[in-house]
C-alpha cells in the first residue's frame, strides 16, 4: 500500500478528509506521517487521536535548504511514497523537489492559474471573477504551477464573502484531493508536458 506524507501549516481539514476516506475505504493509502511546520497546528492533535505518526518541525527562522533537508529526512524515514501538501504554507526548494520526483501534490484554493499564491480567496472576490474553485497539481519548482491533476469550480456568488467562498471551495477540496491522490498511487495517469493525461 502506498505511504502518503501529508505536510501541513494550520488547520488540517484537507488532511483529516484525505484521513477519513482512508478509513471508510474509498482512499487505498496509508497515512505514513503528517508533519507540521507551525507547532499551534491542531491537525498534529487529530493525526496522534487517529494513532498515526504527527510531527513537529518548526521551520520559524531555519535556512529553506536546511528546513528542508531535515524534512525530506523525515518524509524517507517514514517510507512515503507520496507527499501530499495540505495547507502547508511554505515554498519548497529545488533540492526538495528532486527528492521526490513527480512525488509531490499540493491543493490550491482558486482555479490555477488563476490567483497563485496567498489569500486565492480574498483574490478571487477582488477580481470579482463570478466562477473559482480549487486546483490539485503536481508541485514543481515554480509557486503553484505544476501539471494540474484535478480542478473543481465553485461559484462565487454576490453577497460572498472571505469566509463563505472559503467553505463552498473547502467542500470541494476535500472531494478532490483524495481523488487526485487516488489517481496518482494508482498510476492510473501520465504526464506530457503540462498536460495529466487519465490512463
Ligand atoms: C486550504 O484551503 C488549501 O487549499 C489552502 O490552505 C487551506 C488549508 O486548509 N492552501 C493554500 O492556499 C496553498 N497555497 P486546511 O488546513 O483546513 O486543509
Redesign the pocket.
Known amino acids: 500500500m502506498k505511504r502518503l506524507g501529508i505536510l ?1 501549516s ?6 483529516e478528509a484525505i484521513a477519513r476516506n482512508i478509513a471508510t475505504g474509498q482512499l487505498d493509502a496509508e497515512v505514513a506521517v503528517v508533519i507540521s511546520n507551525r507547532a499551534e497546528a491542531r491537525c498534529l492533535d487529530t493525526a496522534l487521536a487517529r494513532g498515526l505518526n504527527a510531527v513537529c518541525l518548526p521551520s520559524k527562522g531555519l535556512d529553506r535548504e536546511v528546513y528542508d533537508r531535515t524534512l525530506a529526512a523525515e518524509l524517507h524515514r517514514h517510507g512515503v511514497d507520496l507527499v501530499c501538501l ?2 502547508f ?1 511554505r515554498l519548497l526548494s529545488a533540492g526538495f523537489i528532486r527528492e521526490f520526483p513527480d512525488r509531490i501534490l ?4 482558486s482555479l490555477l492559474p488563476s490567483f497563485p499564491g496567498l489569500d ?1 480567496q480574498h483574490q478571487a472576490l477582488a477580481h470579482a471573477v463570478k466562477i473559482t474553485g ?1 486546483t490539485v497539481h503536481f508541485v514543481d519548482q515554480h509557486l ?1 504551477a505544476g501539471p494540474i491533476v484535478i480542478q473543481a469550480a465553485v461559484p462565487v456568488l454576490d453577497l460572498d464573502t472571505v469566509e463563505t467562498l ?1 467553505a463552498r ?2 467542500t470541494q ?1 476535500h472531494r478532490i484531493y483524495s481523488e487526485a491522490i487516488g489517481i496518482v498511487i494508482a498510476g492510473k495517469y501520465r504526464v506530457q508536458g503540462r498536460r495529466v493525461l487519465l490512463t
Open positions: 501541513v494550520g488547520r488540517g481539514s484537507n488532511f495540505a495547507g504554507m499540493n491543493i490550491h484554493p486565492a480549487c503553484d472559503s471551495i473547502l477540496e
